[in-house]
């Protein structure tokens, strides 16, 4: 199994280009989570989907969209990326939403936007 | 708003030293409390969670609702245990900012 899967690894952006970031997992969870890394503010949550067919905004969702695709796919998409944007984004999935479930994370995804 | 605390970003102990690794937080309710790490080019992991009370690699966190802290704690702390640590809160996971750990050999 290979767990959580996060492409690209690595991408550089200008100033008002869009892109996907795309998430799969191959354990049959229900719940998925995309949250950004940044230095000295530790992880936040972007979007998440509690199970396949829903959304909900997080913590920071402005400026990004999301779609779960189908159950192992999630993806995150910045229609026009911002500098602010710079970070680096993790994708997870936990069996359920509740509190006694473990989350697994993916590699991430190093984004630079110029 | 729910909120995590974590006061110190780096914190280094000798081997063979106890180390604890200090939570915070903030949440109205019966908090339900995590501890992740991250080892050097690894993913982030879960290490333990309180509902389940265990000691996993030899670390231990209570949670005490007096004083809203969920501190982790280790005897002895071994080279290994160098990494990133970040406590979390709530199904949906409010992360702290993180300590980062090293082991002085």
């Known amino acids: 199994n290979a767990g959580v899967t996060q492409t690209p690894k690595f991408q550089v952006l200008k100033t008002g280009q869009s892109m996907t970031l795309q998430c799969a997992q191959d354990m049959n969870h229900n719940s998925m989570y995309w949250y950004r890394q940044d230095p000295g503010m530790g992880l936040r949550l972007i979007y998440y989907?509690?199970?396949?067919?829903?959304?909900d905004k997080g913590e920071v969702p402005n400026g990004y969209n999301v779609s779960r695709l189908n159950k192992r796919e999630f993806s995150l998409r910045l229609e026009s990326a911002a500098p602010s944007q710079t970070s680096v984004y993790f994708c997870?999935?936990?069996?359920?939403?509740?509190?006694?479930?473990?989350?697994?994370f993916g590699p991430g995804t190093r984004l630079t936007v110029l | 708003a729910q909120r995590v605390t974590q006061p110190e970003k780096l914190l280094s102990v000798f081997k063979g030293a106890p180390v604890e690794l200090k939570c915070n937080y903030s949440?109205?309710?019966?908090?339900?409390l995590f501890w992740y790490v991250q080892y050097s080019r690894q993913r982030l992991q879960l290490l333990l969670r309180h509902i389940s009370r265990e000691s996993i690699k030899g670390f231990t966190a209570d949670l005490n609702k007096g004083e809203t802290s969920f501190h982790l704690k280790k005897p002895f702390a071994q080279e290994e245990d160098s990494a990133m640590y970040y406590c979390a809160l709530g199904s949906r996971l409010t992360f702290g900012t993180g300590t980062r750990l090293t082991i002085i050999p």
């Open positions: 989907s509690a199970s396949e067919g829903t959304t």
């Open positions: 997870a999935s936990s069996e359920v939403g509740g509190s006694s479930n473990e989350q697994f």
């Open positions: 949440y109205s309710g019966s908090p339900e």
